[in-house]
């Protein structure tokens, strides 16, 4: 311990860490990034999520009809008249109404071969397209058909002067 000249108590340790001052806060650190290029890649990749995100729902709207005809085929069952009129419809709203409403017969199913049905419409389940429409009764389910026009339905790829 040590003796301080003029006074009565002596200094102690405990004293001395009383006489102690608290440390200054650091400053804070900012949440601002330091240099420009962190701003601008920030905004490159907002602006990139932007492009993507309106790009995903616009597909998602102009995809709609597709979704409309695959609840409908799945509603339809095997029956080929209904089918029929599906699959029209929806060339109706994927190509101008031009080129595809008069098409008839074969004709008709070459268009669906041409357009993603890769030849079993003409040559598969879809001839059965040809006659069930026009049947006073209806025909028995053809095997393979819905099936077939689901897969027309998601993978046809209608040309620039489509919808």
Avoid: C
């Avoid at 029956?79 to 060339?91: E, N, Q, S, T």
């Avoid at 101008?96 to 041409?114: H, K, M, Q, T, Y």
Wanted: no cysteine.
């Amino acid at each position: 311990m040590t003796e301080v000249p003029g006074a009565t108590n002596p200094i102690t340790l405990v004293d001395l860490i009383d006489r102690l001052s608290e440390p200054p806060q650091p400053a804070g650190v900012s949440m601002f990034p330091q240099t420009v290029g962190w701003a601008v890649l920030a905004v490159v990749v907002l602006s990139a999520l932007t492009w993507l995100v309106l790009r995903r729902y616009r597909s998602w709207r102009v995809n709609a009809y597709r979704r409309v005809a695959l609840a409908e085929l799945e509603a339809s069952g095997d029956d080929p008249v209904k089918i029929a009129g599906i699959l029209r419809r929806v060339a109706l709203v994927a190509w101008p109404r031009e080129e595809v409403a008069s098409l008839i017969g074969e004709d008709w199913l070459d268009f669906l071969d041409n357009t993603g049905g890769n030849g079993s419409f003409r040559h598969g389940p879809g001839k059965v397209l040809l006659q069930a429409p026009y049947q006073p009764i209806p025909k028995h389910p053809e095997p393979g058909l819905r099936t077939l026009a689901k897969n027309w339905v998601e993978h046809h790829s209608p040309q620039a002067g489509g919808n």
